[in-house]
């Protein structure tokens, strides 16, 4: 059964940091290219980051620089440490192997919620 949990939001002010946590299940995580997805009040789901199933990251220009990814595979954990946090990172924050979409990617978690103030 697939399941992925997230963990680790909060509210913080600008310039924080915090550190993501999905503990996934169900699948051979350690051969899956895996990411970090964020959902920001009215806006679509968007990628903000992922590792290969090899450790190779890949950022989107808006947190790149202030963000790395990485997995921990005998846990089948994915992490997101977000350093400089800005008030436009608000969001619900959501892992999910690399491609997902909302239309074709049953498994979403509950997410975990980011909110930073200026």
């Known amino acids: 059964q697939v399941q992925l949990v997230e963990s680790g939001g909060g509210s913080v002010q600008a310039g924080g940091s915090l550190e993501l946590s999905c503990l996934v299940s169900g699948y051979t995580f350690g051969s899956m290219c895996m990411a970090w997805f964020r959902q920001a009040p009215g806006k679509e789901r968007e990628a903000v980051a992922l590792?290969?199933?090899?450790?190779?990251?890949t950022y989107t220009a808006s947190v790149k620089g202030r963000s790395a990814i990485s997995r921990v595979n005998s846990k089948s954990t994915l992490y997101l440490q977000m350093s400089n946090l800005k008030p436009e990172d608000t969001a619900v924050y959501y892992c999910?192997?690399?491609?997902?979409?909302?239309?074709?990617?049953?498994?979403w978690g509950q997410g975990t919620q980011v909110t930073v103030s200026s």
């Open positions: 999910a192997p690399c491609g997902a979409t909302v239309r074709t990617y049953a498994y």
């Open positions: 590792v290969e199933a090899d450790g190779d990251p």
